[in-house]
């Protein structure tokens, strides 16, 4: 039962690099989303997708890119990383259910610092 | 305004004791539902217990029950016979139905120390 896998869990960058966080998940769920942690304010909804080819934006999406071309992967690409994107990430999935009380799954998080 | 608000960043308990988590939220939309998850400080994110605004009684899932008030807008999460293991940070969580899907808001949590 692999769930939701994220790759790396720990990442270091240099200001101004570009990377790629992976998701994947073997639950054939339709939603996938990408949430930021930071000490003190909870987590907070990056960039989230309904299915294959359709994504949107949450709270904080600014210096992120996501894609969506398989069920099954949600990859998060950092653009042009800066010290403030310092945080741990999470990627979670659930079936399409909105009025239902289906959890979502979430991977065991990246922990990315910015130098 | 805040649409999840968790006034208690560290709570401390004697285990074997309850111990109750405040949460209260805020949405105009009639429907939603409340989530509760548990971090441990291994960093996975645990789901316990799950509320729907249509519910007509409070969530129970083994030791975790929810006081859910509505007209108060609150969702507690209520802990029995508390245990060593259950030293975690806790967040609250809502869905909202019109327009939010699957969407979470967070609080920002509850660190839960049990002790001796």
């Known amino acids: 039962n692999a769930g939701v896998t994220q790759t790396p869990k720990f990442q270091v960058l240099k200001t101004g690099q570009s990377m790629t966080l992976q998701c994947a998940q073997d639950m054939n769920h339709e939603y996938m989303s990408w949430y930021r942690q930071d000490p003190g304010m909870g987590l907070r909804l990056i960039h989230y997708?309904?299915?294959?080819?359709?994504?949107d934006q949450g709270e904080v999406p600014n210096g992120y890119n996501v894609s969506r071309s398989t069920t099954e992967d949600f990859p998060l690409r950092l653009l042009s990383a800066a010290p403030s994107q310092t945080s741990v990430y999470f990627c979670?999935?659930?079936?399409?259910?909105?009025?239902?009380?289906?959890?979502?799954?979430f991977g065991d998080g990246t922990r990315l610092s910015i130098l | 305004a805040q649409k999840i608000t968790q006034t208690q960043p560290g709570m401390f308990v004697q285990e074997k004791e309850a111990v109750t988590l405040d949460c209260t939220y805020d949405t105009s939309d009639p429907s939603y539902g409340l989530f509760w998850y548990k971090q441990p400080s291994s960093g996975e994110m645990i789901f316990l217990i799950y509320q729907g605004s249509y519910d007509q009684q409070n969530a129970t899932e083994g030791r975790y029950s929810l006081n859910f008030q509505k007209a108060r807008k609150s969702a507690n999460l209520v802990i029995s016979a508390s245990q060593l293991g259950d030293s975690a940070m806790y967040f609250c969580?809502?869905?909202?139905?019109?327009?939010?899907?699957?969407?979470?808001?967070f609080g920002t949590g509850t660190q839960l120390k049990v002790e001796l």
């Open positions: 979670a999935s659930s079936l399409r259910r909105p009025y239902s009380n289906q959890p979502q799954h």
């Open positions: 997708s309904v299915g294959a080819g359709i994504t």
């Open positions: 969580a809502m869905r909202e139905g019109r327009g939010g899907g699957n969407k979470l808001t």
